[in-house]
């Protein structure tokens, strides 16, 4: 299903309803019409598979962002400091949530983290808010397959000074990324399981 751009007298902005459980299944809903695909496939890791997830197509959706923001940082602990994210994927997801925080009383600065460092400049590796030492953050993915990819982000944030011990991702593909987080010390949580997914996909 493609986004459509038209405009109507009552659009249902489902995404601002105080509901989250209802919030919650038409996030998954939007996942299964525009993320969801079903095919032969080469990950990011190297690994073939016979579905893909581009998650952009939710994260960068209006409704899709502004649901994700809100149910992330209902979860999100109470003394999270900052929310951080390995460019390009998280980029949107801790845009989201910052943005939302503040609606929500509970502003939250936003980190992203570099692949390779700024050729450029302070050559960073993590474009933000300077933080004090210690700041507790908490990355964000969209899709863990591996765990890579928000471990490094983890890496990176450590080295700098920070607290990092919980990772939050919108889907678990359940191929060794929750276990490679625990094995670093990390607490993962996700919004949605593939099961939860392809559960959803079959009924829709």
């Not at 493609?2 to 249902?12: G, H, I, L």
């Not at 939710?58 to 460019?87: E, F, K, M, S």
């Amino acid at each position: 299903m493609s986004y459509s751009t038209e405009t109507s007298q009552k659009p249902d902005i489902w995404a601002t309803t105080t509901n989250l459980t209802t919030l919650r299944q038409h996030l998954l809903d939007l996942f299964c019409q525009l993320a969801y695909q079903e095919g032969d496939f080469v990950l990011s890791s190297g690994q073939r598979s016979s579905y893909y997830i581009n998650g952009k197509q939710v994260t960068l959706h209006p409704q899709g962002a502004l649901a994700i923001g809100r149910l992330i940082l209902h979860i999100l602990p109470v003394n999270t400091q900052a929310v951080a994210g390995l460019t390009l994927g998280a980029d949107p997801i801790v845009s989201a949530v910052s943005v939302v925080s503040v609606y929500e009383n509970r502003p939250l600065p936003a980190l992203i983290i570099r692949k390779e460092a700024k050729g450029h400049g302070t050559m960073a590796y993590i474009e933000g808010p300077t933080l004090p030492a210690g700041a507790k953050v908490v990355v964000l993915e969209d899709v863990v397959t591996t765990g890579q990819s928000a471990l490094k982000a983890v890496e990176r944030l450590q080295a700098a000074g920070y607290t990092v011990d919980r990772v939050i991702s919108l889907i678990d593909r359940l191929q060794g990324g929750a276990e490679l987080y625990k094995s670093a010390g990390l607490h993962f949580d996700t919004l949605f399981s593939i099961r939860d997914l392809q559960a959803r996909y079959q009924q829709i």
